[in-house]
């Protein structure tokens, strides 16, 4: 299994991103990946402390990034030789079995959607974040800023990219989802979310157990949690700044920590043709290490396929 | 000053508005009030173990309520002489100078705009919620539910609403608006945020600073946070869930405890031609004391004149 990592992208690239990858080497579930790093070759022979010709790395060499601040189509298009736009061209011509970046999300997106594709059938491919619940579990929310506005039918998709996600890589069997809403009733919502309502209920594929509220967050009554990308973007930044600011304060709590985002393993872009995985712009090596993982659990498990046989 | 407490309303009445009158009673700051009980007058003297006879108190009789989950508009219009429907009645009569019910928010805001009316030239009066902010003061959000789905020129009148709001209740000077997005720059955002930005900054009244995000809503960049009432209430109710997961939990953060909505006063209905005030369904005791200060505060700073005045 060959992965794909950017060397290049993150607040703290390229140290935290090879510091991550010294980590992934010694990791004994991680034994069996061999790691081909996207980045300026100098620079990370300047910055690693370990052997760099193990026979499980390789180094793409590139000097050219896109910065986290670039327009993402204008980067995409222009900088046809950074780290992103390399790893994702050796993604979509199967030299990579997964790539992973926690560089410039929007270029990451827009770049798999030029490159690896969407899969034949989705109408938006969907960014999703991982929710931490009360009681100890995990689920998932999306759209959380890929599709800022979104036609009913994509959000149908969403609430089934997001149940085999949860079943497949989560291991949550038959999961529940929830329509983000403002009241629990059906009739509750806006215009988006009242026209969804029927037609998640109307769908067999998907386990749809009605409307949910901004509290039921945090619980376990859903699983996989519908949004479009403007109203989820918007709760899981205020989520970071409440947990960012509980934590600048000392709070320490387990249930809180749970929110730190640098601790992710980012998220896959669900939808397209190949597991693409992004990071938080402020990832540390940890995350770098949970993001090597997360792409193998994402070929491992075949979620590509499971999606491509199931919109047929 | 002649202030209307609705007595039937929210999830512990009678007995915790009771109790809120008679500490509000003994409040020196509350001295100069006149309040109105609207409610069962046996059940209210059932509960009540203060003298019901004081110069201060006056009782409206009526047995009938709206339960807290009936339908609005179907409540707001057959139940007549609910104490909601009776409380708005005197208001718009001038026989109180405010009204304020922890009860049913929806039957409160139709009936509101049935019986009170929208102040001339306002397209659609919103809801609004106080912020904690980590600095220790108090921003305002809204529309937090009243408004699902917005048209652009309401949203420029949220903003002018919630600065008038800011500036003679909150007492911030020349307060900063931030339109609630998904990043800073300008084009970022959905159709509706894309739309509302360029009115938000050729308005010579309102002090706009540009967009926001869900982070930065307890920082002190922004006092008064524009959004659709559908993201509003799901940050709103989102920030509750975190609050209550926490408390449950056992967290003791001064700052987090700003978040407890039971301790709020309630909040303002912007843009009809009374004061109303809306409190949260859990409200206790010092909840019903803090919305009849508010009740009081809304009076005095002679807001509704200020946004008739601002109109023309």
């Known amino acids: 299994m060959r992965l794909g990592i950017d060397l290049m992208g993150g607040d703290y690239a390229p140290a935290e991103a090879i510091k991550g990858v010294e980590q992934a080497l010694v990791e004994s579930d991680l034994s069996d990946v061999h790691l081909v790093l996207i980045g300026d070759e100098s620079r990370i022979k300047d910055h690693a402390s370990f052997d760099l010709n193990s026979s499980r790395l390789s180094i793409v060499h590139t000097d050219e990034m896109i910065e986290m ?137 998907i386990n749809f157990i009605g409307n949910i509220e901004g509290r039921d967050i945090f619980q376990d009554s859903c699983d996989v949690i519908v949004c479009d990308g403007f109203t989820g973007n918007v709760v899981l930044k205020t989520c970071e700044g409440f947990f960012y600011q509980l934590k600048k304060r000392g709070v320490e709590d387990e249930f809180l920590d749970r929110f730190n985002f640098k601790d992710y393993g980012g998220t896959a872009i669900l939808g397209v043709n190949k597991p693409v995985v992004i990071g938080h712009g402020i990832s540390k090596s940890s995350t770098f290490v949970n993001m090597i993982r997360l792409s193998k659990r994402l070929v491992q498990s075949r979620l590509i396929e499971k999606i491509k046989s199931s919109l047929i």
Chains 1, 2 share one sequence.
């Open 69 to 205: 601040a670039e327009h993402p189509t204008r980067a995409v298009s222009q900088k046809r030789n950074s780290s992103i736009s390399l790893g994702l061209k050796l993604l979509a011509e199967g030299a990579l079995d997964a790539f992973a970046s926690a560089g410039n999300t929007g270029a990451m997106m827009v770049g798999s959607l030029y490159t690896v594709k969407a899969i034949e059938g989705v109408i938006r491919p969907s960014l999703s974040t991982l929710v931490p619940k009360v009681s100890g579990g995990t689920g998932l929310m999306l759209d959380v800023g890929a599709n800022a506005d979104v036609k009913p039918e994509a959000m149908v998709q969403f609430a089934k990219l997001g149940s085999l996600y949860a079943q497949h890589v989560l291991k949550i069997d038959n999961p529940k989802v929830g329509l983000l809403s403002i009241g629990h009733e059906r009739e509750k919502g806006n215009l988006l979310t009242q026209a969804v309502y029927p037609l998640l209920e109307d769908n067999r594929s």
